[in-house]
């Protein structure tokens, strides 16, 4: 059901990174992050998990392409990567995929045996939220931890959720009950801008993930998307005045620390105007995360 090939020579004290697409990812921020991280350090596929076991494939379904000479079926899947991170202490364990439909304790179960058997002593979960923050802030990260010390130097929030979770929240807490090092990073996305990636929540995750592992990463791009992503949420914003004065009110929440419910535009009619903006510019968003 979960297979993996043990790098050879062994990894560097690892540490494991794991996003999940879908309720996890608002956005797509959480996965955009690990595919930014994959990308800098040369991530090696080193494993991935039987998809049979665990997705309901009316749920999670399996993408045919034919449109080439040879037809080609790709069926969702967990993949596991391995980084070699020679300026740092530790190397990592990346792990990314679809939330997983059924079976999540013995999928839990599965993937902390194998990366325990890896070395991994430190867990970091990767999660977005829809939140009501505006675009225009910089994104505080919620954290949750197994000891104080290890998300120290960057400013977050405590955790203030009670609710259903996703295999995140399941997994952080399973891996802290082991024994392991266990950071869960969860970054709000502007709910009203949910059709295209929050490169801003995948900045803030990013430099979490840094924070967590010790493991430096060049921001220089994930900047420059964070700019052009709120760029193009404002010129959605500019065009209507309900969508300016719902963000002016979350501006005013956010410097303030409150929020006032008023008769403002829904977060579906903005993801409206998002989606017809895009199109307009013959770039259709992205799959939503969520």
Not at 4 to 33: H, Q
Not at 57 to 62: A, C, G, I
Request: net charge negative.
């Amino acid at each position: 059901m979960l297979s993996i090939t043990p790098p050879d020579p062994p990894l560097r004290d690892p540490i494991v990174v794991v996003a999940f697409r879908g309720w996890n990812d608002a956005a797509s921020a959480a996965s955009a992050t690990i595919a930014t991280i994959a990308e800098q350090r040369g991530a090696e596929r080193i494993g991935s998990v039987d998809p049979e076991e665990f997705y309901d494939f009316q749920v999670t379904r399996p993408i045919i392409d034919l449109t080439g000479p040879d037809p080609a079926l790709t069926w969702p899947e967990v993949e596991i990567t391995a980084i070699r991170c020679p300026d740092s202490a530790h190397d990592l364990v990346l792990v990314v995929g679809g939330e997983p439909s059924m079976k999540w304790p013995t999928f839990c179960r599965l993937l902390l045996d194998a990366v325990e058997a890896l070395g991994v002593r430190r867990f970091v979960t990767l999660g977005a939220l829809l939140a009501d923050v505006p675009h225009t802030r910089d994104v505080m990260l919620t954290v949750m931890a197994t000891e104080e010390g290890l998300m120290e130097g960057i400013d977050t929030r405590p955790p203030g959720y009670r609710g259903p979770t996703g295999i995140v929240g399941v997994l952080h807490l399973l891996a802290a009950e082991r024994g392991l090092e266990a950071v869960s990073l969860w970054a709000p996305a502007s709910h009203y801008a949910a059709g295209v990636i929050n490169h801003k929540a995948e900045l803030a995750l990013l430099e979490g993930v840094t924070t967590a592992t010790g493991v430096p990463f060049d921001t220089t791009g994930v900047r420059a998307n964070a700019r052009e992503f709120e760029e193009q949420v404002d010129q959605v914003v500019a065009a209507d005045p309900r969508l300016q004065q719902l963000v002016e009110q979350l501006e005013q929440a956010a410097d303030d620390d409150r929020l006032e419910a008023q008769d403002l535009p829904s977060g579906d009619e903005l993801v409206a105007e998002l989606e017809r903006f895009l199109r307009e510019r013959q770039d259709p968003p992205p799959p939503q995360g969520v």
